[in-house]
């Protein structure tokens, strides 16, 4: 194991949007510490604690089969390397286009084909290296970071140098509080290095960002991080305004921030500038479904669907080398189910559920989506019998996934005893994350203030809160919990947590209407009309509290909103609302 895993780890869990590895120093003659940033598709096999993983997801063999000049629109990067060879260049300026586009499969074999063509070229190796983190393998990641260190500090240019020192891996973590402070120190001497000696480079601005993003001071907040790493993104923006990559992590950044409409800009930019990406797609519709345009997302997630097909037919590659494939069509799930096409949603949970993952651990982001499709319906010995299965899989993300599906269902079900078993269990896979991270000396205190740990630990309470809330509707102390849980479910804002905050705050109000506290019914209602004020679940809750409370106008108000937004939903489920 090494500290680039731990910090792997360390980085996902404070909403990771993008790109690869920095280093820090004090001193030139000083051993390195070294943190690798990381792509958002990594979840599981991060939060499954698979920190030591000495091969790819996908088979080396593919990784280094040779790609030539790609025939197809992804988007252009001009990055100039140190390198004699025209052509090496050209594979590594396409490699970083893959790389900016999340495509790592391909990124890796355009650099593969990039350090056969000059194998002396550092910057190339270094990518190569960052490339193979995000495909999970942390052995090769370091053997090619460790070859680019050696051959920029011979080659003596001082950008590379400072570039390619990240991936030169210290394999002991700092200890504590004082270590992380130390790491926090390095990791900012590179940051204000780059920017003053490199102002006029887009690429150390882009590292800057995700510096201010990853690694935020001991009294920063999440928010704060997001803020700054956006304002870098923006100074990168002015560097270079055509640099596709960075309108790229200007969309997630402003997802982050709830800036919903200036994300949606640059979804728009980046499938001008990658029409032959899906993600590009997919991202355009990601902000389309939180502005109201939800048949725009359909067709926009249908659209990156169809081209990963197509390239799966073209690179002759198995879906499943893909993370992206299994992610967007739940993505497309999601949008069929806030329109009330349960029909439509349903086939393609249980596609899902067939799909083999990409990796392992990566089981129970794929197969989430359905059993807590069931919540929603009601389907509650559905909902447990999928979770029964999850709870077999890898990974603790996986076994979170599963105990939060059946406690939930088994709380709706008002079966107390396995309701709170389940939230046990959750219990002990956070802790066992708390004492993973804090082991390796990363800050308790900055791991469980992350909205990644809040996310869980709120589904967690809402299980204990739920059951007592069935037992004594007007207990205030719950009331207070009930609110605290749906504050954080608004705080989750992208790029994925939002459309899954909005399901679960739709459950919330179903839990409260159910105990009959019209109050807390209300406030459910409200809290999901403010992360949504489009969604036609939102309406239907707050007119049948409306209706309890003799409101008869306002319920006839809200439902005619429900209909409407719910017009082209299936039979069977307008007629279960009474439409």
Known sequence: MNYLSILKLWAFVLIPVFFGTIYFFKEEEEKPAVITFLGENNLDQLMGITLCREMAYVPEDFLTKPIGVSNVQIGSIDFPISTASREAQEMFNQGMAYYYNFDYVQAARSFHDGVRLDPEAAMIWNALSVTYTNLADTVKSKEFGTKAFELARKSGNRFEYLYTKSNFLALEPPSGMEGYQALYDSVYAVKDALISEFPDNVESWVLAAEIRLYFRGLEESEVEGNIANLEMLEKALA??????????????????????????????????????????????????????????????????????????????????????????????????????????????????????????????????????????????????????????????????????????????????????????????????????????????????????????????????????????????????????????????????????????????????????????????????????????????????????KNNEAAASESMAKAKLAYQDGDGEFLKSLGF
């Open 239 to 548: 560097t270079d305004p055509d640099h596709f990559g960075v309108w790229h992590l200007l969309i997630h950044s402003n997802e982050s921030l709830s800036r919903f409409e200036d994300a949606l800009k640059y979804g728009k930019m980046y499938t001008e500038a990658a029409p032959d990406i899906p993600h590009a797609w997919h991202m355009y519709g990601h902000d389309l479904m939180k502005t109201g345009n939800i048949d725009e997302a359909i067709i926009k997630f249908s659209i990156a669907l169809d081209l990963e097909k197509k390239k799966y037919d073209r690179e002759d590659m198995p879906y499943h080398y893909d993370w992206h494939y299994p992610h967007n069509l739940e993505l497309l799930a999601y949008c069929y189910q806030y329109k009330g096409q349960f029909e439509n949603a349903k086939a393609i949970f249980v596609q899902l559920d067939t799909i083999q993952a990409f990796q392992e651990e990566s089981e129970g982001k794929i197969r989430k989506g359905h059993p807590f499709f069931l919540l929603q319906n009601g389907e509650y010995d559905e909902a447990i019998y999928l979770a029964d299965k999850l709870a077999k899989g890898e990974g603790i993300n996986t076994k979170l996934v599963a105990n939060i599906s059946s406690g939930l269902a088994h709380m709706m079900k008002r079966d107390e005893k396995n309701a709170m078993k389940s939230a046990g269990e959750i219990q002990i896979l956070l802790d066992s994350l708390v004492n993973e991270v804090s082991k390796y000396g990363i800050p308790e205190e900055m791991f469980t203030s992350s909205s990644y740990f809040q996310f869980y630990k709120g589904l967690q309470d809402l299980i204990e809160n739920g059951l007592v809330l069935q037992k004594d509707p007007d207990n205030k102390e719950i009331k207070e919990k009930i609110e605290t849980f749906q504050k954080q479910m608004l705080s989750q804002t992208g790029p994925d947590p939002w459309i899954e905050s909005l399901y679960f705050l739709q459950l919330l109000s179903n839990i409260t209407y159910s105990t009959g506290n019209m109050e807390l019914a209300e406030s459910s209602a409200k809290a999901l009309l403010e992360h949504d004020p489009e969604f036609g679940g939102g309406h239907y809750a707050m007119a049948r509290v409306q209706k309890r």
